[in-house]
């Protein structure tokens, strides 16, 4: 089988790739498993060093890697420019930390001695997917390659190009052949390749679907797995918020990448009394945001990442005005080149609409009036998703209480949109999946936590 990366912006064949043969998988997932051996007997030092260097090439690359993300996804230019350093950072970060993280731990007890010990479990999988295309990677690659585990990732097919870039950036930073791999297959063959014995657990960041589909195939084969997946993060905005700053952060979490990011802002949950006044300036906001081609410094929105994945989009915000949903702004399909899909905003929406239950991948917010702040939390947590969520009020005291005990999601941010960060523990609950990526909990997910005991 071949796969295709297709250039978004105007539909142009960037390259095409043949998917690995049987022999060849063999072969390199022989070759992961006998560089773990090598790999988790390194020096802490040792990987510090690397990692320091590829840190270091993705700064004096940022330009080249930012070009390919831009070609094959169709994000903005400077956002791509953001990832690229984005990954540097993370690397740098787990460079600088991970053997703190990991350290040996004693524990007082009545034998003579009681440690804990951090140890590699292996070849850790990761199944990863388009939207951002480098740091999903990084995210996963950088704790992982600290703490002494080897990497293979199954990248999204329109990602490829990435995937062979990053590949290449280990081994061009000095990480042995076989520490990272980049394998090309189908999606259909991964549940197969997680069931391999050479495989110690898997990561996934993908759809709910794709998460059930990896939950069921590691549980099988009893392996740990770690989940990111969808969200429909709600944003309250409180009648206390100082609406300029809620409509300046909530227009540019949902715009970012062109709405495709699983914790981009989705629902907007707007109380009464100050209704008019954000929705009035929401929609301005929004309507101000250029739309264009992706390698325009000036770009807000580029395209979105397929012509399918418009159309699917487009279909929910039919659907929603079907059901009830007023279209403020946008929700037509452009005519000619590329995938776009304009900014756009629906009000009135409402539980049983697709704009309320599903996830909307792609520059759609959904805008729901609510009586007062029990109300808005209610609606916050009436989904099946809990990944993040923001609050926008003045009261910073009433906006910690609300974020820390009353909204049901793995991130709460207040006066700020949703972001991953190095230093804080990333991922979700209910249908926005389990585990931690990033920050100490994040390097330990893929660790066996051992317990010794002298007597």
């Known amino acids: ?16 790739y043949d998917q690995v043969s049987e022999d060849k998988l063999e072969e390199l997932l022989d070759k992961s498993a006998s560089q773990w051996v090598e790999w988790r007997a390194t020096p802490f030092n040792k990987r510090k060093s690397l990692l320091e260097e590829t840190a270091k090439i993705l700064r004096d690359r940022k330009e080249q890697y930012a070009s390919l993300i831009t070609r094959e996804i169709g994000k903005a230019i400077n956002e791509s420019r953001g990832e690229i350093e984005k990954c540097a950072w993370v690397c740098e970060y787990y460079a600088e930390n991970a053997q703190r993280f990991l350290i040996s731990e004693e524990v007082a ?16 999988l990761a199944v990863m997917p388009w939207n951002f295309p480098f740091w999903q990677v990084f995210r996963f690659a950088a ?8 990497a293979i990732l199954k990248h999204a097919s329109n990602a490829t190009g990435c995937s062979l870039a990053i590949q290449q950036l280990f081994l061009d930073a000095g990480f042995p052949e076989g520490t990272f791999l980049s394998l090309f297959l189908r999606g259909s063959e991964t549940s197969k390749l997680i069931s391999d014995s050479r495989i110690a657990g898997v ?23 770690v989940l990111e997946l969808g969200g429909s993060d709600p944003y309250l905005i409180l009648e206390d918020a100082d609406i300029d700053l809620a409509v300046e952060k909530c227009v ?3 715009l970012m990448n062109a709405g495709q990011s699983c914790i981009g802002a989705k629902r907007f949950i707007v109380v009464a009394s100050v209704y008019d006044k954000f ?22 929105v580029g395209p979105l990442a397929s012509k399918q994945f418009r159309e699917e989009l487009h279909f929910q915000v039919e659907k929603s005005i079907e059901k009830g949903a007023v279209l403020e702004l946008g929700g037509e399909v452009p005519e ?22 599903e996830e909307l991948f ?20 009436d989904t099946n998703f809990g990944l993040g969520a923001a609050v926008f009020t003045t009261d910073l005291k009433r906006g910690e209480r609300i974020a820390s005990d009353s909204i049901r999601a793995g991130a709460v941010f207040v006066n700020d949109f949703v972001k991953s960060d190095p230093r804080l523990p990333f991922g979700g609950i209910k249908e926005s999946g389990y585990g931690r990526e990033l920050s100490l909990y994040g390097i330990r997910e893929f660790m066996n936590v051992k317990t010794v005991v002298v007597s």
């Not at 990366?5 to 095409?16: E, F, K, V």
């Not at 995938?339 to 697709?354: D, E, I, R």
């Open 109 to 124: 007890t009545e034998y003579s001695k009681a440690q804990i010990d951090y140890q590699p479990l292996g070849p850790i």
């Open 1 to 16: 089988m071949t796969l295709k990366s297709i250039n978004p912006y105007d539909g142009s064949l960037i390259a095409s």
């Open 203 to 225: 990561t996934l960041t993908g759809s709910t679907l794709a998460g059930k589909a990896v939950a069921e195939a590691a549980g099988k084969s009893i392996k740990k797995s």
């Open 143 to 150: 704790p992982n390659l600290m703490a002494g585990n080897v």
């Open 252 to 254: 540019a979490g949902r």
């Open 279 to 300: 929705i009035k300036k929401f929609i301005a906001k929004m309507k101000m945001a250029k739309v264009g081609d992706p390698t325009e410094d000036d770009t807000h």
């Open 362 to 381: 792609g520059p759609v917010a959904s805008v729901i009036m609510v009586d007062d702040e029990d109300a808005a939390i209610e609606v916050a947590n």
């Open 336 to 357: 000619g080149k590329g995938a776009f899909y304009p900014p756009t905003v629906l009000s009135n929406v409402s539980k049983g609409m697709p704009a309320y239950d």
